[in-house]
């Protein structure tokens, strides 16, 4: 069974902070995402990386940055939180095979 | 216009009916086709996968597809309770980025 763990499952930060949610998968696996879920928005992909050290911006990465030094942790960095990026983040893998996606259990994240 | 849509429900079926779930999708070029269950508070889970036309059946779970429509269905036979959640409809056209829909919120009714 694939494995994605979310650093927090509950995160709460003040306005202006550096945010770090990390995502760790326990298999060997190439592709990973972040995603945001906002009621009504739905999924949207924020960044995703091929391989280490690589990075693709997604539909929506204003305000975030992301870090892959090794295969298996991928970091979403929120350089200076704000109020609009209250939501909840799901880490994702796919298998480089298929794409069929397999998320961690996310993290929400209120920024006050 | 949206890349994948969905009706937002609540679409409510008695325990024991067919619960249908629609889908459609704008970029003809789709080549691979999935279906999420998402519990309140939890994170999606994959159900279904589906790449040709026509029909797989998993259990009580029967995809649907029709690339020249651009539609996809979930059919849930027997509802049960435990399938009450928002059922999400994603669709690739390849590079491994995925496309969801904003979801269907289906309620079975006891």
């Known amino acids: 069974d694939v494995k994605v763990t979310q650093s927090s499952r509950y995160l709460v930060k003040r306005t202006g902070e550096k945010v770090f949610l990390e995502c760790v998968q326990d298999?060997?696996?190439?592709?990973m995402f972040w995603y945001r879920q906002d009621p009504g928005l739905g999924l949207r992909l924020i960044y995703f990386?091929?391989?280490?050290?690589?990075?693709e911006k997604g539909d929506i990465p204003e305000g975030y940055s992301v870090s892959r030094e090794k295969k298996e942790r991928f970091s979403l960095i929120l350089e200076s939180a704000s109020t609009n990026q209250t939501s909840m983040y799901l880490c994702?893998?796919?298998?480089?095979?298929?794409?069929?996606?397999?998320f961690g259990p996310g993290t929400r994240l209120t920024v006050t | 216009q949206k890349e994948v849509e969905q009706n937002s429900g609540p679409l409510s079926v008695p325990e024991g009916a067919i619960a249908s779930l629609n889908c459609t999708y704008s970029?003809?070029?789709?080549?691979?086709f999935f279906w999420y269950r998402q519990y309140s508070g939890k994170s999606p889970e994959l159900i279904m996968s589906?790449?040709?036309?026509g029909d797989k059946e998993d259990g009580r779970f029967t995809a649907q597809l029709n690339k020249a429509s651009q539609y996809v269905s979930l059919l849930i036979r027997d509802s049960q309770p435990s399938d009450s959640a928002t059922y999400l409809c994603?669709?690739?056209?390849?590079?491994?980025?995925?496309?969801f829909g904003t979801g269907t919120k289906l309620q079975v009714i006891p």
């Open positions: 298999m060997d696996h190439e592709n």
């Open positions: 994603a669709v690739s056209g390849g590079y491994q980025k995925v496309t």
């Open positions: 589906i790449y040709s036309n």
């Open positions: 994702a893998i796919t298998d480089g095979y298929s794409y069929e996606q397999y």
């Open positions: 990386s091929y391989d280490v050290k690589m990075k």
């Open positions: 970029d003809r070029g789709s080549q691979s």
